[in-house]
Every structure is written in C-alpha cells, then in structure tokens.
C-alpha cells in the first residue's frame, strides 16, 4: 500500500487529517468487529478467513518495490484484502486490512502518528471496496461479476487510500495535492490495477475449489519476480549513467541527454542552450584542503546547478567540469547562468573558502545546429571565459570562434612559451645582483597595482607585470663596481647605465613578446622628453613604459642602497608629485599615490621641496 513516510512535528493540518481518518475508521473497525462477534462465521469459513489474514499479513511484509529509491512500494495484500470482501464481507476484508496494516507498523517500529493513520486509512480502503458488494450483491457462481466487483472495488480502494496520502504529503511538504495525486497513480496505479485482476481470479478460484488458490501463487510470484528485476534493471541503468560522487548524470548519460534534446528541439521548432561550467583552479582546492574536502565542493557546486527550472539535465562529464542542457534560447539562458553566480557567490562551501566557476554558453540553432557544433561553440565560449580572468561567464560569438581556431590557440601556445622563456631570464639578473632581483620583483608588483588603478585589462595587466620583471635585464652587463659604487659615477660610467635599457631590449629579440621588448627600451624617457635612450617625452612614450619609470623610481628611493639609506613612502611620494609633468606621467604619479594611500603607507600630502631623485633612475 502507499505508505505516509513522515517524520514528528506535523503541521495543525495534517493532525487534523490523522484525526480524520481515525475518527472515520474507529466507527467501521468497531463495526466489523461486533457484526462478527452477533454473527460469527462457521468453522470452515473461519479457516478461511484466518488463512487470508495470514497471507494479507505476509504480502504487508514483504512489500514490493517499485522505485529505486525503496520509498514506493506496493503491498500485494490489496489482491487478499479484496478477494475478501467478496468472499466473506466487508466485514472480514476490514479487519483483516487493519490487522495486517498494523502489524506491519508495529514491526518496523513506526512512529504512532504514522501507525494509526496508515491502519485507519488502509481500513477505510478496504470499507470502500465493498461499495460494489452493496449495489449487486454476492454472486460466487458468476464470474462476470465477480470480476466486475474487484475492478470497481478495486477502484473504490485506490481513491480512498491514494486521497488521503496525497493530501498528508501535501500538508506537510506543503506542496500542491493534485500532482502529488497524478504521480502516485502513475508510479502504482497499473500496480493496482493488475492485482485487481488477481483478486477476481482468486476469489473465482476460491469459489470454485478452496484448493485451487494454490495455483495463485505462479502469478503471484510471476508478479513479484518481474517487479524486481525490473528494478533491478533500472537500478543498473541508472548506475551505468550517474556519476557515483555527485548522483548527476556522467559523460554517458550527457552524450544521450544532449542529443535527444537536440532532436525534441528540432522536431519541436523550439531552443535548447547548453552551458559548460568548470570550476575555477579546483587542483588549488584538493591541494589545500585534501581530495575529500574537493570532493565534497563538487557535490556542493552540482546541486547549486540543479536549480534551473527549464534544466532538461545537469551533468559531470570530467574531474571538475560539469553541463548543464537548458530547455530555453540564449536570453533566458543568460538569466540562468547569472542567477547561478548568485547561488554560487552566496553559498557556503564545506572547505569554508569561496568558490568561482567559468561557463561557456551556446544555443541551438544559433550558435551550433547539431551536437558536435554546439559542444564547439560551448567549449570555445568557456575558454574564453577561463583565460580572461575566470569567475565569468561567456556568450559564444563569431569572434570567440576566430580568436580559439586551431592556428590561434596554437600561436597562443608559443607566445607563452615564449613568455616562459623571458621569465627564466629574471633568474639571471638575481645571480648578478640580488638587488636588482628583488627590486625587479618589487616594481612588477607595483606596476601591476598601477595597472589595476588605471582599469587596464588582465592581458596588459600581465605584460606590465613581467615587463616590470625584466626592465633591469640589460644591468647583466654592467660591471658590478659600477652598479655598487657608492660615490658619484664617471661620464664613462653613466653612459655604460643608461645604454641598459637598449641591451635589456636586445637580449629579447627574436622572442615576439611585444610590447615588453618596447617598455622595457624606452622605462627611461621621460615627460619633459628629458630621458634616454631617444629623448621621447608626453604621449610618445609607450604607456608601460610611463608605467614602468614610475614604480621604478619609488622603489629605488625607498630602498637601501650602498651609497644611502631609503626614503620614507610619504617623501619618495613628495618627490614623485614634484616631478609629475617634468619626469613622470601625472596620471602614473596620480594612480601609484592612490594605491599607496590604499595600503595605507602614506597620506594625502602637498608637494614639498625634498629632492631624492639619484643616478639610477634619473
């Protein structure tokens, strides 16, 4: 029978259903019992009840599943319970509906509440069937009846029960009865309908020879055994398409998910988008906090993407790489995708850090008209998204497509090997001058503070960032008497310094990492056109170069060198501000006095009348 599969703490409403239904079910169940006791039943028709008793109460039991999940299951007892009623009465059927019912309850140890609503309801099921009995009355000699009173009884057994379920799980989970009333009809209904059939054959085979209800146990187990394997099999599909961590759909289910929703949308006329979501630097997450932590993260982020109301499948087809089928065209599907960086930036992660995702959005017949052309878009969207700053989603466009071609990514490929090449060069500065080494680190990460103060984008932001790395380069060939003299330095000497620039430029030749080669030449020209090596001033000298002179400048005045102690940040700014126009970039100066006051190393000051410039950065 459907079962209530409740805990305490019911709703004021569902007490009053459970108060319903027993206030219902005591008056039938005392009924029945006094009817027996003024007229009993002889001793052969007593043995035979006794013995539908006994098999109602086995079958309640040994419940059979229906579902994977073992919370549906149907109890074969309904074939013994209504063959009673039109063998022996109402009567019998009611007391051996509720004495079946709760004994089982008593066995599994349910709570009371759920006892006595689950008897009371399985009672008044069992009244209801009756209903049939009443209008035409007993015919044992007639098969056409018998079988007319079980369908309709039948009927009348599963209405009353599967109502008054319905409307508990809808009190309680506060959910609408009708669907939860069309999805138990479904899942048990032909369960029910085919042991409406066995009632009728067993109170046809009872009537015709007590001794011939043994033939009933082949389709009783006939039933079971199909029951069972079929759930069986479902269980084993359904394990051959979940992934066993997250309980989504794997890269198999994926694969047939998408393209049956590509063919309905198609068949339909209707759209379809599909979102590829990577959790970002997940390998950061297993490192730091352990596999199992990681783990626990997918599990998180899976069920944050099974939110969608228009999903037609979430999937994890790789380590940290997840899909999501929307049934919807590219702008509700957007809406989709940020309403989900809200529940991922609100969520609270087992690790107890926060986690960023990058997805790549594509949608049919726009962006891609068959499955291998929509994975396509999809994937070069999430590139995109992944290699300008992750924690961002990514629409595909025509552009994204050029921007990702074979050719481009592999030219992508060589320009960072390229890029790792020229960082492996900073390795030489430090051994020539651990100075110069730190001070290269130190200005690259001021460069890139300036950068982000002048919103420059992530690409340039890096180029700052390694330019300022490798704007010392060309000291490798400055003698260190030279870069260490604590007096003041010969014509000869200056000139050696300041031909660094143009030799730090030359050993990146041939590198193609413009324009860090171009910086790094010109980090010594200055506003007023002052500078080295080409005396280029204001706006012809290239910005990371404006950039580079800046951050250069502060750091080597608030640093100690051989021939001085350094500066306090709030002079070294006084300095800058004063040669803004002349020297420096104003709105460089600007930007690297506002990141300073940020950090809180200095104030808002006035220009003053220190003088700290010296022979390295002048």
Known sequence: ????????????????????????????????????????????????????????????????????????????????????????????????????????????????????????????SAFAAALPVFVLGPSMDNPLTITVEALIGGAAFVAVNFAFISLAISFHQRLPVIPLLTEELRLVGPAFAIQAFLAALAAALWATDARLLVLMAGPLFTVTLYQRSSLATRRATRDAYTDSLTLIGNNRAYELGLATALDAAADGGTRLSLCLVDVDDFKRINDTYGHPLGDQVLVEIARLLGSAPDSVGTFRFGGDEFAVVLACGEVQARRHVEALYQRVSAASFSHGAAVTVSVGLASYPDQGDDVASLERAADSALYWAKHSGKNRYCTYSPAIAEAFSPAELERRAEHQARLRAAENLIRVVDAKDEYTGAHSERVALL????????????????????????????????????????????????????????????????????????????????????????????????????????????????????????????????????????????????????????????????????????????
Not at 11 to 27: E, K
Not at 94 to 107: D, R
Not at 505 to 510: F, I, P, Q, V
């Open 1 to 124: 029978m459907p079962d209530l599969a409740l805990q305490t703490g019911y709703p004021p409403r569902l007490r009053a259903l459970i108060a319903t239904a027993l206030a219902l079910a005591i008056p039938v169940v005392v009924g029945a019992g006094v009817s027996i006791g003024l007229d009993p039943p002889g001793p052969e028709e007593g043995l035979a009840v006794l013995l539908f008793l006994s098999l109602a109460l086995v079958a309640e039991l040994k419940p059979v599943p229906l579902e994977e999940d073992n919370l549906s299951t149907v109890s074969l007892a309904f074939v013994f319970i209504l063959a009673s009623v039109i063998l022996f009465g109402w009567q019998e059927a009611v007391l051996i509906a509720a004495i079946s019912a709760l004994t089982a309850q008593l066995v599994e140890r349910k709570p009371f509440d759920r006892t006595v609503f689950n008897t009371s309801v399985y009672s008044l």
């Open 447 to 618: 460069v890139e503070a300036v950068a982000r103060k002048l919103e420059v984008d992530d690409e340039q932001v890096e180029q700052l960032k390694l330019a300022g790395r490798l704007h010392d380069l060309g000291k490798i060939a400055i003698p260190d008497r030279v870069l260490q003299k604590p007096g003041a330095l010969t014509p000869y000497e200056e000139h050696q310094l300041a031909h660094h620039p143009e030799l730090g430029a030359s050993l990146l030749d041939g590198m193609d990492i413009r324009p860090v080669d171009v910086w790094i030449r010109h980090h010594h020209e200055h506003w007023d056109g002052s500078g080295y090596p080409f005396g280029l001033e204001g706006e012809e000298i290239p910005f990371g170069s404006r950039v580079i002179l800046v951050a250069d400048a502060y750091d080597a005045m608030t640093t100690d060198r051989s021939y001085r102690e350094a500066a306090d940040p709030q002079d070294a700014l006084v300095e800058l501000r004063r040669q803004a126009g002349v020297q420096f970039d104003p709105t460089v100066v600007a930007a690297l006095a506002a990141h300073l006051e940020d950090v809180g190393l200095v104030s808002s000051v006035e220009v003053g009348e220190v003088v700290l410039l010296d022979r390295q950065v002048a």
